[in-house]
């Protein structure tokens, strides 16, 4: 049974498909433990599409393997609830998983090229799902899969289905990994990185490949991206990830007109635009991201941000309600409107 939320707005209850609880991802490592996933909690419904952002080592592919229950049972310490449509995702058994894999949840991969199979034809690694969780026989799964080579826009699908992946370009290669994703119309997408390593043309038409998508099969999605730019018009809602934790959550609108998170404005300030002159110098975060097994105290972006104060240090802040409707941030000193931090939120002392 799907769980129901307050739409936007109030009033009306919208489907939420998944629903995240304080999730905790831990590995244990030599010298300490690593927290990879840190307590974060969200929900999505059905329809709906989620940008989730953040550096690299932030913990967003983890995020989306817990959600998946594709972690190793052995050597990762896993807590907190993943529902997909009311059931548990990580009661499951491994069988039962590999049922929900391809049926209800599709991954589109960050490389394809790894996520091909390199000895197998195309047509067979496209038919495999059709077979196994659709029943359908050879001839049918063939056809099928030049059907789904045809949607996601490849051309001379039939032509295709004999070739290998190191045959095709980049940018077919992922589309071939979308086909495969939504091979078994799943009620959820998930998209970790698909634009990596293609140039922007191609990115661009990957992008608008899922969103229709998205639209023509009433599918929700997680789109995990590096990049703010790439998530501003095919993102519904937008989870801004530093170590491990949701830093800022807002709709897409919101959180453009109005950052309040410092790391947030940092992101946004490093992708380069159009209206700057030629051999304008590219803004970048000072500093690297924590290590994740040797976490600082308090704020853990306190040592790169530029309006931390010695306060920031002391104690970690939780995600608190902006002025804006369901907007979200974790900063005792947020960014105001004008770019100046203000004092900490009423009843917040540091």
């Known amino acids: 049974m799907t769980a129901e939320a307050r739409a936007p707005g109030g009033g009306v209850t919208i489907e939420v498909l998944l629903d995240v609880e304080e999730p905790h991802t831990r590995f244990p490592v030599a010298g300490g433990v690593v927290r ?124 295709r289905l004999d070739q290998f992946p190191h045959e095709l370009s980049g940018g077919l290669r992922q589309r071939v990994a979308i086909a495969m994703a939504i091979a078994c119309c799943p009620r959820l997408l998930l998209a970790d990185e698909p634009t990596t390593a293609l140039d922007v043309t191609v990115q661009a038409q990957i992008l608008d490949l899922l969103a229709d998508i998205i639209t023509d099969q009433d599918m929700s999605m997680i789109l995990v991206t590096h990049d703010l730019a790439v998530i501003a018009n095919c993102a519904d809602e937008v989870a801004v990830m530093y170590a491990g934790k949701i830093v800022e959550r807002a709709p897409t609108a919101a959180l453009f007109q109005d950052v309040r998170m410092p790391y947030t404005e940092a992101l946004l300030e490093s992708i380069p635009l159009l209206s700057h002159p030629s051999h304008t110098r590219l803004r970048s975060i000072s500093g690297a991201p924590p290590d994740p097994a040797r976490r600082p105290s308090g704020c853990p972006f306190h040592p790169r941000c530029p309006y931390a104060r010695t306060d920031c240090a002391r104690a970690e802040p939780t995600l608190q309600p902006a002025d804006l409707a369901e907007h979200e941030f974790a900063c005792w000193f947020p960014v105001s409107p004008r770019g100046v931090t203000t004092a900490p939120a009423e009843g917040k002392s540091v």
Request: no cysteine; aromatic share 0%; proline share 6%.
């Open 36 to 159: 990879a996933v840190d307590g974060v909690s969200l929900q999505l419904a059905q329809g709906r599409t989620l940008g989730i952002v953040g550096e690299s080592g932030s913990g967003k592919s983890v995020l989306i393997r817990s959600i998946m229950g594709l972690l190793p049972r052995r050597g990762v310490h896993t807590s907190g609830s993943v529902r997909l449509a009311g059931r548990s995702i990580l009661d499951l058994t491994d069988d039962e998983l590999s049922r929900v894999w391809g049926r209800e949840i599709g991954l589109v991969p960050q490389d394809p090229q790894t996520a091909l199979n390199p000895v197998l034809r195309v047509g067979r690694q496209l038919a495999e799902p059709l077979r196994r969780h659709l029943g359908m026989g050879r001839r049918e799964a063939k056809d099928r899969a030049a059907e789904l080579l045809a949607q996601v826009r490849v051309p001379d699908p039939r032509r």
